[in-house]
């Protein structure tokens, strides 16, 4: 496989619409981390689902101007994605409320997978079926990760390389828990964020493979899409050689750097400061 072969994130993107200032940005985790891949300097994809909407053509355009390969990106029928963000004080983003559009239609055949058969790397984000999907990439040689944000599954997890999912600040123990079940059920690796506690992982059933980074300090203006460039990051230094705590750290700080801006990725005032009809 060549060592600059495409990396793929497929699932869903969305308009991310601070509810305090009507501001409206390009987001969603699959999008976030091609993004975060093209920022780094990897040649990247996103595979998706777009309403045929003008929220639709920004997300497309917006992904394009990133340096990110568009041309898996589906036009369907309906309503591109919102998600209504409100902003804490201390810069904590709360999801008030999501909708995944037409993304959460998004459906691939064999065909679709085949596609991206040399890929260095699929990154999957809320996709349905993606067991199926994982084992034909899987079949033709490719890393899988999948990320499962606080939806705590362990079961069939054989074909995902990583296998990522978010916890709250206190719940570290939980998430030693999470990995570690993750493990059990087949991932090669588990990660688990904490917000500001940290992140935790678990590459042996036997928890002799185990390790804790803690969260880089930062000024955070902004937490929104922090986890995204976590797992982006940790990918891309696995990629690079990187042994687990190392990426786990690389990780750590292109989530830290992630904080100290508003969005997921930094995204042109004039994107930022439209406001909606």
């Known amino acids: 496989m060549a060592p600059d072969a495409r990396l793929v994130a497929i699932g869903d993107n969305c308009i991310d619409v601070y509810v305090q200032t009507g501001e409206r940005l390009v987001g969603g985790n699959a999008v976030n981390v091609a993004v975060q891949w093209a920022r780094s300097g990897r040649a990247s994809a996103y595979v998706g689902a777009v309403g ?30 919102v998600t209504e963000v409100e902003l804490r004080d201390d810069g904590e983003r709360v999801l008030a409320h999501e909708d995944f559009g037409v993304s959460a239609d998004l459906r691939l055949d064999d065909d679709d997978v085949d596609v991206h058969a ?25 890393p899988v990760s999948f990320d499962f944000s606080t939806r705590f599954e ?22 030693r828990s999470v990995v570690s079940d993750a493990v059990s059920g087949g991932a090669r690796i588990a990660v688990a964020t904490c917000g500001a506690a940290g992140s935790v992982a678990c590459w042996s059933a036997d928890g ?12 955070v203006i902004d937490t929104l899409g922090a986890g995204d460039s976590y797992a ?24 830290a750097v992630t904080c100290g801006h508003r969005g997921a ?13």
């Open 118 to 142: 040399t890929a260095a790397w699929a990154h999957c984000v809320t996709l349905p079926g993606f067991r199926r999907v994982a084992r034909r990439f899987a079949d033709h040689g490719v």
């Open 265 to 277: 990725w930094p995204q042109p005032l004039a994107a930022v400061r439209e406001r909606s009809a």
């Open 232 to 255: 982006a990051r940790f990918v891309t230094a696995r990629l690079q050689g990187a042994e687990v705590p190392e990426a786990m750290q690389t990780a750590a700080l292109a989530a």
């Open 154 to 175: 362990f079961a069939d997890l054989g074909d995902l390389d990583v296998a990522f999912y978010s916890c709250a600040d206190d719940e570290l123990d939980a998430a």
């Open 208 to 219: 002799a493979g185990s390790a804790f980074v803690p969260a880089v300090e930062v000024d």
């Open 52 to 81: 045929a909407d003008a929220d639709g053509a920004r997300v497309t355009q917006a992904l394009a101007a990133a340096g990110v390969a568009v041309g898996g990106v589906r036009i369907m029928l309906g309503a591109t994605g």
